[in-house]
């Protein structure tokens, strides 16, 4: 018996469950694995020309991203991505797919726009979103980069110009010398 049940016996009082597991991040992995199913959509599905490109455009963006994904966790940008590969780019996909191809294509759903005409803004938001938070994780690493040269100007003097950068006593002359060259003790001339 443990402790907590012991205790909640004696006083009368009902233990508190333990709480479920919530459903677990998914992985750079998971995240990779479902751009490839997006792509095998894109594949199976025809697609005209101009939703393919788009879609490889978002795939690329997020494929770069995913690596850099622990500069933004937490974050609402970190969400997006993850999102993005795994539910907003699939479902714009499937829903699409899903029509027939000449219904899709040329009947009017939404304020005269296609499924088609749709589905490219929805692409071209989350192309445009998806740079966003691209140029937001390189810019991050880009002000770190920054910060640090500031640090190497301020510590060490003028870097790209060769001047400033003192390591030791600097003299104009050359030192006196001693005499002529003798090798080190213990070993014979030549």
Do not use: C
Request: aromatic content about 4%; overall charge neutral; charged content about 20%.
């Amino acid at each position: 018996m443990a402790l907590g049940d012991f205790f909640a016996r004696l006083t009368g009082r009902q233990q508190e469950p333990e709480p479920a597991p919530g459903p677990r991040a998914p992985t750079n992995d998971d995240l990779l694995a479902a751009l490839v199913r997006v792509e095998e959509l894109i594949a199976q599905g025809a697609v005209p020309a101009v939703v393919a490109s788009r879609v490889n455009r978002v795939v690329r963006i997020v494929r770069e991203t995913i690596p850099r994904l622990g500069n933004l966790a937490g974050s609402a940008q970190a969400y997006s991505v993850m999102a993005t590969a795994t539910d907003y780019l699939p479902e714009a996909i499937g829903g699409y797919l899903r029509l027939p191809r000449q219904w899709a294509d040329t009947r009017p759903v939404d304020r005269g726009k296609t499924s088609l005409m749709i589905l490219i803004d929805q692409l071209d938001l989350l192309g445009a979103t998806m740079d966003k938070v691209f140029d937001a994780v390189n810019r991050a690493d880009a002000a770190a980069l920054i910060a640090h040269g500031r640090f190497l100007q301020e510590k060490f003097g003028t870097g790209s110009t060769g001047g400033g950068l003192a390591l030791g006593p600097t003299t104009s002359t050359p030192p006196p010398s001693t005499g002529p060259l003798q090798p080190p003790p213990g070993r014979g001339g030549a």
